[in-house]
């Protein structure tokens, strides 16, 4: 699946220009959720520090690729495009929703392609749904969250891993899920976001104890309240006026900037961040609903 409008018809692939398999680069990384948010913050941040990086996002905006229970756009090409042109001959974009597990395999064997190997993923990709009790919460937005919070990081791992095992250096390999501070507390009316955000938690320490010994680690990142398109449709589920009331859940009484997640993100991708390994990072500011 993916949201990309081509001749009227959805496809998964790369968009913008493509060509022939470049120099091996020194590091290279799949970021999905890469459009907007957490997921472009990330981009950016691993650009500047030189890596080579695939950008993937569903690229759904506000078309029938949303997920049940979704209220509020997603993000778009135009969104996707613009990051890849910020850093030219670093960023290759690529369409493909994280449910789909065989788009997400074509993504990944594309860095391989191009760039020689795959240093490093980080399952960025998520949205929100709730506002309800849990007696009241549709089973579809449970499932909405379920596919694509979870089975999206799963899917991830599973595409990713093979080649950083199989690659030139596994012990400087790193597989990064974004968690959530959800995944820590439990919060009002979002029961199925805390369920899908815990599952992330046990999903990545999972990952850990099975990757023992090769050299490739898991961690996990948890922000707080983030200044995102996504703490803004939390803000409407809510029936607040705007996202500043949720500084007062943070310690630092302010909201996160993306930028400061992504760089959490970018040292658990670094060769020095296997230190980690099978950790959560709580990048929340002191988060305290």
């Not at 596994?170 to 597989?175: A, D, S, Y």
Request: net charge negative; with cysteine.
């Amino acid at each position: 699946m993916s949201g990309a409008e081509v001749s009227g018809a959805q496809v998964s692939g790369p968009i913008g220009a493509t060509s022939a398999r470049e120099t091996p680069a020194e590091r290279v990384a799949l970021v999905t959720g890469a459009a907007r948010g957490i997921g472009a913050a990330t981009v950016s941040a691993l650009a500047s520090r030189e890596y080579r990086v695939v950008a993937v996002d569903s690229c759904a905006g506000e078309g029938p690729g949303r997920p049940e229970g979704v209220a509020y756009p997603l993000a778009t090409a135009d969104d996707l495009m613009a990051l890849a042109d910020a850093h030219p001959g670093r960023v290759l974009s690529y369409v493909a929703d994280v449910r789909d597990r065989d788009a997400l395999a074509a993504a990944a064997s594309l860095a391989v392609d191009r760039f020689g190997r795959l240093d490093a993923a980080v399952a960025a990709a998520a949205v929100i749904a709730g506002g309800l009790p849990l007696w009241r919460t549709p089973p579809s937005h449970l499932r909405s969250l379920w596919e694509v919070d979870v089975m999206g990081v799963w899917n991830t791992a599973a595409v990713c891993v093979p080649h950083m095992l199989a690659g030139p250096d596994p012990r400087g390999c790193r597989f990064v899920a974004v968690a959530s501070a959800a995944a820590s507390h439990g919060l009002f009316h979002l029961t199925a976001y805390n369920a899908a955000k815990h599952a992330v938690v046990g999903l990545v320490r999972g990952l850990a104890a099975d990757l023992v010994g090769t050299g490739v680690t898991a961690t996990a990142v948890s922000p707080g309240s983030t200044r995102t398109p996504m703490l803004a449709a939390t803000a409407d589920l809510y029936d607040l006026d705007g996202v500043d009331g949720f500084a007062a859940s943070q310690l630092i009484r302010r909201l996160i900037d993306p930028t400061e997640i992504a760089e959490a993100i970018a040292f658990c991708c670094s060769r020095e961040g296997g230190v980690v390994n099978g950790s959560v990072i709580s990048a929340d500011g002191g988060f305290t609903p």
